[in-house]
Nanobody
Framework: QVQLVESGGGLVQAGGSLRLSCAASGSIFSIDTMGWYRQAPGQQRELVADVTSGGSTDYVDSVKGRFTISRDNAKNTVYLQMNSLKPEDTAVYYC??????????????WGQGTQVTVSS
């Protein structure tokens, strides 16, 4: 079994910064892509950013230049540095990871979510 545990959410004023962390633990052989998604009330969950095991990153247009995703492969941890936050960034942020528990078994896992609230 694999668990993803997030931390770092909270309440911040517009223009402020937050850093989210997500640590994966359990029966991990390796981790492919890790990412962050978010879901605002009444909206669908959307991909915010992801990073491959090789370090290639991708971002949704609305956060480009403001958010930075990174990962520490030795710690099985992914980070999301969020700067210049806007009220429209308010959402529950979910960590996601594609984890191999063996060379042949690959599965998608989710964290429990962490609330980010940006006040105007």
């Amino acid at each position: 079994q694999v668990q993803l545990v997030e931390s770092g959410g909270g309440l911040v004023q517009a223009g402020g910064s937050l850093r989210l962390s997500c640590a994966a633990s359990g029966s991990i052989f390796s981790i492919d892509t890790m990412g962050w998604y978010r879901q605002a009330p009444g909206q669908q969950r959307e991909l915010v950013a992801d990073v491959t095991s090789g370090g290639s990153t991708d971002y949704v247009d609305s956060v480009k230049g403001r958010f930075t995703i990174s990962r520490d492969n030795a710690k099985n941890t992914v980070y999301l540095q969020m700067n210049s936050l806007k009220p429209e960034d308010t959402a529950v942020y979910y960590c996601q990871a594609i984890v191999r528990t063996s060379i042949m078994v690959r599965k998608n896992y989710w964290g429990q979510g962490t609330q980010v609230t940006v006040s105007s």
